[in-house]
Nanobody
Framework: QVQLVESGGGSVQAGGSLRLSCAAS????????MGWLRRAPGKEREFVAA????????YYADSAKGRFTISRDNAKNTVYLRMNNLKPEDTAVYYC????????????????WGQGTQVTVSS
């Protein structure tokens, strides 16, 4: 069982930056592929980024490439999402997730979810 708690959301102006953090409980954090997903108002939840258990490999949605960076610290049981050059269309609730499966062929299948943190970007 893994419990995930996100933090770091907030309101920023377009072009600004935020860093989201996700603290995980449990001793097996390093076994999971960690990811971030988001749900914008009126839209379905979508994949944003994922990182392999070792941290060596990262994956991004096209909307996140070049602006967002996912990283992890297995010693701290924490995964991060650094978001730069934020746009109003990045406004969403951001969810941290953990998957026992590797990211494969464009598919990330979480086993555990956090409660979400709101990110609001104003123009």
């Amino acid at each position: 069982q893994v419990q995930l708690v996100e933090s770091g959301g907030g309101s920023v102006q377009a072009g600004g930056s935020l860093r989201l953090s996700c603290a995980a409980s449990g001793r097996t954090f390093s076994s999971y592929t960690m990811g971030w997903l988001r749900r914008a108002p009126g839209k379905e939840r979508e994949f944003v980024a994922a990182i392999s258990w070792s941290g060596d490999t990262t994956y991004y949605a096209d909307s996140a490439k070049g602006r967002f960076t996912i990283s992890r610290d297995n010693a701290k049981n924490t995964v991060y999402l650094r978001m730069n050059n934020l746009k109003p269309e990045d406004t969403a609730v951001y969810y941290c997730a953990a998957s026992i499966l590797e990211y494969y062929a464009g598919s990330y299948v979480p086993d555990y979810w956090g409660q979400g943190t709101q990110v609001t970007v104003s123009s």
